[in-house]
């Protein structure tokens, strides 16, 4: 699979934007970030990390039986 940043298009402090292609799919993706959020961004990935363990150990276990 190849994937490759092209270009950033408008970056700010609320909200950033960019072009991403894998294989011969483009994608836009927009970044947005709550100004209310409790939790930052250290804590988001390791909460998500987390969960995807937690995930991913479920579904072995379930395929074992």
């Not at 970056?11 to 483009?26: D, E």
């Amino acid at each position: 699979m190849n994937i490759t940043a092209e270009k950033v298009i408008a970056p700010s402090q609320q909200k950033r934007q960019f072009i991403r292609r894998i294989g011969s799919s483009c994608y836009e993706v927009t970044i947005h970030f709550s100004n209310t959020s409790k939790e930052n961004i250290n804590d988001k990935v390791k909460r998500l990390i987390r969960n995807e363990v937690i995930n991913s150990k479920a579904v072995d276990n379930s395929e074992q039986s």
